[in-house]
């Protein structure tokens, strides 16, 4: 999954959390997300650290993101891990931070047959 499919991924699934009034009301206000204030090598090491945390980090252990360069960080938590259909899944709390706007969301993903992790819907 490349970059862009990863943030669009991880908005659509945002988006599809929040009530339809919100997002009638303002389209749940993406632009004050903090994944739009990243640069590129923020978007880089935000994937790699879920990638990484989904696939090394204990379930209640936080592994820590960050960029020194932009000042953008954040916290990876996974708080469950369980099978559908199959599948390794897992359940991660994603806090981000960047240029004053945060977020914390909990996102599931599950592992595909090719090694690859995507978000799945609620």
């Not at 970059?3 to 389209?27: D, G, K, S, Y």
């Amino acid at each position: 999954m490349n970059a862009r499919n990863f943030n669009l991924r991880v908005l659509a699934m945002i988006a599809a959390l929040l009530p339809a009034t919100a997002q009638a009301v303002n389209l749940f206000s993406a632009r004050d997300l903090p994944v739009r204030y990243m640069t590129d090598e923020d978007k880089d090491l935000l994937r790699a650290a879920v990638l990484g945390t989904l696939d090394r980090t204990p379930d209640g252990s936080t592994k820590r993101w960050e960029n020194s360069k932009t000042g953008a960080h954040g916290d990876l938590t996974p708080r469950a891990s369980f099978d559908r259909a199959g599948q390794p899944c897992r359940d991660l709390e994603v806090a981000n931070s960047a240029r004053g706007h945060d977020n914390r969301i909990v996102l599931t993903f599950c592992k595909q047959p090719d090694g690859e992790w995507k978000v799945e819907s609620q």
